[in-house]
C-alpha cells in the first residue's frame, strides 16, 4: 500500500514538472547536436526576443483565465492595437510616448465590447470572443483601408478627409526610439516588465486572489461577497492592456503594422499558458508557470531550425508538447 502512494506521489510530481524537464532534456539534447551554437549568447538572445511577445499575449491569457475566462480574440484585437499605433505615429504624427498611451486606451475601450457580450449578454467567453475574431479584424481592415500600415504607404481615404484631402503620412518613417522596442535588450525588458505585473496581480493581491477564487468556484465566490461581475471586469482590463503592448511589439518588431500581425500568436500563447498550468502542480494560470511555456515552445522551435527539421514540421511539435501539458495538467486533476 505505502509503495502505490510513494509511486503516485512520484508519478504526480513527475507530471508537475514534465514542462521544466522537457525543457533541460531538450537543452541538452540540442547543445549535443549543435554545441556551443545553440548556447551561444547569440542564439539564447534569439530565443529570449523571440518569446517575448508569445509571453506578453500569454500573460493576457493567463489574467483571463484565472477567474475561469477564455479569450479566442486576443490575436486579432492585437493586430488591430498594431493598425492603432502605428497610424497615430506614423499617419497623425504623435510622440511616441502618446501613441503608446493612446493604443493602450484604445485596446481597453475596444475590449469593453468584449465584456459587454460576456457580462451583459452573459454570452459564454468562448463564442463570444470566437465571434469577436471577425469583429477586430473587418474593423481593422475597413480603418487601415484594406492595407498595412507602413513607412512610404499613403493614408486611406477618411483621413485624408479629415486633412483636406492630403494622404501623406505626417512621419516619413520610423525613429530609433520607435523600431527599439522591438528589439533587444528593450523588448525583453518590456516582457519582464509584464510578467512582474502579472505576477504581483495574481500571487500578490487580494484581487488576485478573488480572481483565482473565481477561477475555481464562481458561485462560491459571489456568495462569499465577492464582486464577481467587477473582478472580471478587471481582468479583462488588464488583459486588454497586455495586448496592447504586444501589438506595439510586433509593429515595432516587423516596422509595420502587417495584415494579421498578430492573429498566428494566439494558439502559440494559449498553449505556453496551458503548459504552465500544470508547472510545479499549480493547476491554475500563473505568470511563471506562462514564462516557462513560452519559453519551452521557443527552444524547441529555436533548437529544431537549427537541427534542420523543415518549418511545417514545427506546429506539429508544438500541438504535441501541447498535448503533453494537457495531460498533466488533468491527469493529475482528476487524481486529486
Known sequence: MTKNVNLKKIGKALLSWAAVIVLIISVIIFTAIRGTAFLSAA????????????????????????????DMSAGTLGTFSAYFFASMYLWFGLPLWAAIVATILFTMFAYLLTMFLILVCKIPDMLATCALQFVHSGLGLAFTGGSAVSA????????????????????????????????SPYIVIIMIVCVLICYILLERTK??????????NKI???????????????????????IAV????????????????????????????????????????NALGTVVGALLITTLENGLTMCGVVYYVLPAVKGAVLCLALVAAYVTAKED
Not at 465577492?226 to 472580471?232: E, F, G, L, Q
Open 152 to 183: 512610404g504607404l499613403g493614408t486611406p481615404n477618411w483621413v485624408a478627409k479629415l486633412r483636406g484631402g492630403n494622404n501623406t503620412p505626417l512621419r516619413s518613417g520610423w525613429t530609433e526610439a520607435s523600431s527599439n522596442i522591438g528589439k
Open 220 to 242: 462560491a465566490a459571489k456568495l462569499s461577497g465577492i464582486n464577481v461581475k467587477k473582478y472580471r471586469f478587471m481582468a479583462g482590463m488588464f488583459a486588454a492592456l497586455f
Open 207 to 216: 484581487h488576485g486572489r478573488y480572481l483565482y477564487a473565481m477561477g475555481g
Open 246 to 285: 504586444a501589438g506595439i511589439v510586433v509593429c515595432s518588431r516587423n516596422s509595420a503594422a502587417q495584415i494579421n500581425g498578430c492573429d498566428s500568436y494566439l494558439m502559440t500563447s494559449l498553449a505556453a499558458v496551458f503548459i504552465g498550468r500544470s508547472v510545479g502542480g499549480a493547476e491554475r494560470p
Open 43 to 70: 542564439n539564447l538572445m534569439n530565443i529570449l526576443r523571440a518569446m517575448s511577445v508569445t509571453t506578453i499575449f500569454a500573460l493576457a491569457a493567463t489574467v483571463s483565465m484565472a477567474p475561469d475566462g477564455f
